[in-house]
Nanobody, 115 residues
Framework: QVQVVESGGGLVQDGGFLRLSCAAS????????VGWYRQAPDKQRELVAR???????DYADSVKGRFTISRANAWKTVYLQMNSLKPDDTAVYYC?????????WGQGTQVTVSS
C-alpha cells in the first residue's frame, strides 16, 4: 500500500522560512512528476512547484525566487524550501506523486505565516 507523508509545516513570521518534506513508501510505479500544491481557505488547490520526469521544474509565479523544490532517494522524497514567506503563503500544502499507477496525495501540512 502506498503512503505519502508530508512534514515540516508550522507557524512562522512574515519573512521567515520553512522546509517541507514529503516521503512516499510502497510501490508507486514509474514517476512522471512530483510536486507541491497548496490550498488556502475558500480557494482552489493550486500548483506551487513541480519536477517532471524529464527534469524540468515549474513554479507558480507567486513563489518564483522564494521557493525551491528538490528531490532525493530515487524520486521518493521531495522537499520544498520556502524562504521570504508572506501571509499570502498561508495554506495547507500537499505533496503529489503522478505515476503510472495513479496519482498519490499526502494528507497535507499546514503552513501559517503571521504578519
Amino acid at each position: 500500500q502506498v503512503q505519502v507523508v508530508e512534514s515540516g509545516g508550522g507557524l512562522v513570521q512574515d519573512g521567515g522560512f520553512l522546509r517541507l518534506s514529503c516521503a512516499a513508501s510502497g510501490y508507486i510505479g514509474g514517476i512522471s512528476a512530483v510536486g507541491w500544491y497548496r490550498q488556502a481557505p475558500d480557494k482552489q488547490r493550486e500548483l506551487v512547484a513541480r519536477i517532471t520526469g524529464g527534469g524540468s521544474i515549474d513554479y507558480a509565479d507567486s513563489v518564483k525566487g522564494r521557493f525551491t523544490i528538490s528531490r532525493a532517494n530515487a524520486w521518493k522524497t521531495v522537499y520544498l524550501q520556502m524562504n521570504s514567506l508572506k501571509p499570502d503563503d498561508t495554506a495547507v500544502y500537499y505533496c503529489n506523486f503522478a505515476t503510472t499507477r495513479g496519482n498519490y496525495w499526502g494528507q497535507g501540512t499546514q503552513v501559517t505565516v503571521s504578519s
